[in-house]
């Protein structure tokens, strides 16, 4: 069975799993801070940060992406005031959306070497 | 009823309601208060009432406005006290528009099964003119529930709180210097529904407090309207960390339980504490679960931030005392604090990770796996005690040791 090691940086911790493992089946075992709620990916509160090895995580379902949008749309609304919403939109799609930086446990699994850590 | 001249309470009483969402006991029922607001150009209907009762919240409705009136419907919460009139209300008044929260919209379809319901979210600051009136929204999510919302009609400093404020007591007097004394009634809605969620009680009040707030209207019990301001200020009290005003704000705090049938789950729980003092910068408590009641036990977990647990395994599970203790944690936000599980054992020794899923199940922070040992601790397995202490202390402390470890070890 392939594996992956993938780093919880908060608490220090390197698990080995077998390939296709969700993050969040490890984190809530390690103590990792990575909040969760539904695990289903609607509620948006197990976001992680990469912190390395993006590219050896899935690939991020349209769900996913909804979600995300969604959380960060709070940020957005602040954000308003400040005209050009929708260059920001677009930022954030660009910066957080495409599986770089921001994700969710419930729904990213691995299939190479990462390390990642609570938002 | 009129709250002021341009404020009717158009709820309904059920002064027979003795149990409220399974859990709550409400000796002296409870009112489900929903109001309707007139400005120069239109009606507002902020909440409605229980289906059950739903005729009573027509009747007084039609007494005091025409269908043909309300512009706006506001749903500061969704749960079913609150929207069961709902559908009827928007059959009756199609012209209205409904505002809810963002939070809301799907708890909108799932609760009426109709996806083609038409409303506007709205979050803070959103604003609604009647005319001569204006109702502001507060967006105060996880009060309890994540719709949940409150509405500020400006000009008559009135804060329509949802349930927010509000108490399961009915008394046809309606307001605060008629009723009788609900005390009680106050404290125990607000320590069964509001304490889970005191971060964002405090979230809340910092919109809360900057207004000038001339009456509160929640959704159950007395309307606020002599010293309104003395119940924001309670639930301040209230949702303050009690811990943090007796010591210094960085000191964090472990408690360690147990309960031991002969003595071994307690030598583990002090070994334990040994090798958590020898990482230091965090105030330790030693509680024997035999000696104590679980209530104010409740209140220290509650400003705690890691939670030891120890049990003996009797009958394949562990004790009842260590479930009360666990059970009770429902009451209180215990999410994200750390926590671990122990236990001595004879035979079996399922207690250990049972409390361990529990643990996890109310999404606490378990770093390192339960710790049990078969019967009396030898000298090497009580210094597994002492390094699993100092594990829990390290990681605590925000220092955890570097581990690797396969998952079939978790």
């Given at each position: 069975m392939a594996k992956a090691k993938i780093k919880f940086a908060d608490v220090n911790v390197t698990v080995t799993v077998p390939v296709g493992t969700r993050i969040i089946e490890i984190s809530e075992k390690v103590g990792s801070y990575i909040a969760y709620n539904c695990r289903e990916g609607d509620c948006g509160s197990c976001l992680f940060t990469v912190l390395d090895g993006a590219e050896n995580l899935s690939t991020p379902s349209s769900l996913e992406e909804a979600t995300l949008f969604a959380h960060f749309q709070e940020v957005l609304d602040g954000w308003?005031?400040?005209?050009?919403l929708e260059s920001l939109q677009s930022m954030m799609r660009r910066e957080n959306f495409a599986g770089k930086t921001c994700r969710l446990a419930c729904q990213t699994q691995v299939f190479g070497d990462a390390t990642v850590a609570p938002i | 009823m009129a709250v002021t001249d341009r404020v009717h309470w158009i709820g309904a009483f059920d002064p027979k309601m003795r149990t409220f969402d399974v859990i709550l006991k409400t000796p002296n029922g409870t009112t489900y208060n929903a109001y309707l607001v007139r400005g120069s150009e239109g009606v507002a209907v902020i909440d409605t009432v229980k289906a059950e009762t739903a005729d009573q919240f027509f009747t007084r409705l039609e007494a005091v406005a025409?269908?043909?009136?309300?512009?706006v419907i506001v749903l500061n919460h969704l749960e079913p006290d609150h929207s069961g009139a709902l559908p009827e209300l928007m059959r009756r008044a199609p012209q209205a528009t409904l505002y809810i929260s963002d939070a809301a919209q799907l708890m909108l379809k799932a609760l009426l099964n109709n996806s083609n319901i038409a409303y506007t979210p709205v979050t803070t600051n959103d604003r609604v003119s009647l005319g001569d009136r204006t109702l502001r929204f507060l967006n105060t999510p996880y009060l309890h529930w994540p719709d949940t919302q409150c509405t500020y009609l400006e000009e008559e400093g009135v804060l329509f709180s949802g349930d927010v404020f509000g108490c399961h007591y009915c008394d046809e007097q309606l307001f605060n210097d008629s009723v009788g004394d609900f005390r009680f009634s106050f404290e125990y809605y607000y320590s069964h529904i509001m304490r889970p969620f005191k971060q964002y009680v405090l979230s809340a009040l910092e919109l809360i407090e900057p207004l000038q707030i001339n009456l509160i209207a929640p959704t159950h019990g007395p309307i606020l309207r002599d010293h309104p301001r003395h119940y924001v200020e309670r639930y301040r009290e209230l949702s303050t960390p009690q811990l943090h005003l007796e010591i210094d704000h960085d000191v964090k705090t472990m408690l360690i339980f147990y309960i031991s049938s002969y003595g071994n789950t307690m030598h583990m729980a002090e070994a334990i504490r040994d090798g958590a003092l020898e990482i230091g910068g965090f105030r330790i408590s030693l509680y024997d679960l035999e000696g104590g009641e679980v209530e104010p036990f409740v209140d220290l977990v509650e400003d705690a931030d890691a939670i030891l647990v120890g049990s003996p395994t009797i009958n394949g599970d562990a004790v009842k005392p260590v479930w009360d203790l666990l059970s009770s944690f429902a009451k209180i936000n215990v999410k994200g604090k750390v926590a671990g599980a122990f236990g001595s054992y004879g035979w079996s020794g399922e207690a250990v990770r049972m409390v361990e899923d529990r643990l996890r199940g109310l999404k606490?922070?378990?770093p390192a796996g339960g710790l049990r040992i078969k019967l009396i601790p030898s000298d090497v397995e009580l210094e597994d005690c002492r390094d699993y202490g100092r594990d829990i202390g390290a990681f605590l402390m925000g220092k955890p040791r570097a581990r690797e470890i396969d998952m079939s070890q978790l």
């Amino acid at each position: 069975m392939a594996k992956a090691k993938i780093k919880f940086a908060d608490v220090n911790v390197t698990v080995t799993v077998p390939v296709g493992t969700r993050i969040i089946e490890i984190s809530e075992k390690v103590g990792s801070y990575i909040a969760y709620n539904c695990r289903e990916g609607d509620c948006g509160s197990c976001l992680f940060t990469v912190l390395d090895g993006a590219e050896n995580l899935s690939t991020p379902s349209s769900l996913e992406e909804a979600t995300l949008f969604a959380h960060f749309q709070e940020v957005l609304d602040g954000w308003r005031s400040a005209g050009d919403l929708e260059s920001l939109q677009s930022m954030m799609r660009r910066e957080n959306f495409a599986g770089k930086t921001c994700r969710l446990a419930c729904q990213t699994q691995v299939f190479g070497d990462a390390t990642v850590a609570p938002i | 009823m009129a709250v002021t001249d341009r404020v009717h309470w158009i709820g309904a009483f059920d002064p027979k309601m003795r149990t409220f969402d399974v859990i709550l006991k409400t000796p002296n029922g409870t009112t489900y208060n929903a109001y309707l607001v007139r400005g120069s150009e239109g009606v507002a209907v902020i909440d409605t009432v229980k289906a059950e009762t739903a005729d009573q919240f027509f009747t007084r409705l039609e007494a005091v406005a025409d269908y043909s009136e309300i512009k706006v419907i506001v749903l500061n919460h969704l749960e079913p006290d609150h929207s069961g009139a709902l559908p009827e209300l928007m059959r009756r008044a199609p012209q209205a528009t409904l505002y809810i929260s963002d939070a809301a919209q799907l708890m909108l379809k799932a609760l009426l099964n109709n996806s083609n319901i038409a409303y506007t979210p709205v979050t803070t600051n959103d604003r609604v003119s009647l005319g001569d009136r204006t109702l502001r929204f507060l967006n105060t999510p996880y009060l309890h529930w994540p719709d949940t919302q409150c509405t500020y009609l400006e000009e008559e400093g009135v804060l329509f709180s949802g349930d927010v404020f509000g108490c399961h007591y009915c008394d046809e007097q309606l307001f605060n210097d008629s009723v009788g004394d609900f005390r009680f009634s106050f404290e125990y809605y607000y320590s069964h529904i509001m304490r889970p969620f005191k971060q964002y009680v405090l979230s809340a009040l910092e919109l809360i407090e900057p207004l000038q707030i001339n009456l509160i209207a929640p959704t159950h019990g007395p309307i606020l309207r002599d010293h309104p301001r003395h119940y924001v200020e309670r639930y301040r009290e209230l949702s303050t960390p009690q811990l943090h005003l007796e010591i210094d704000h960085d000191v964090k705090t472990m408690l360690i339980f147990y309960i031991s049938s002969y003595g071994n789950t307690m030598h583990m729980a002090e070994a334990i504490r040994d090798g958590a003092l020898e990482i230091g910068g965090f105030r330790i408590s030693l509680y024997d679960l035999e000696g104590g009641e679980v209530e104010p036990f409740v209140d220290l977990v509650e400003d705690a931030d890691a939670i030891l647990v120890g049990s003996p395994t009797i009958n394949g599970d562990a004790v009842k005392p260590v479930w009360d203790l666990l059970s009770s944690f429902a009451k209180i936000n215990v999410k994200g604090k750390v926590a671990g599980a122990f236990g001595s054992y004879g035979w079996s020794g399922e207690a250990v990770r049972m409390v361990e899923d529990r643990l996890r199940g109310l999404k606490m922070r378990v770093p390192a796996g339960g710790l049990r040992i078969k019967l009396i601790p030898s000298d090497v397995e009580l210094e597994d005690c002492r390094d699993y202490g100092r594990d829990i202390g390290a990681f605590l402390m925000g220092k955890p040791r570097a581990r690797e470890i396969d998952m079939s070890q978790l």
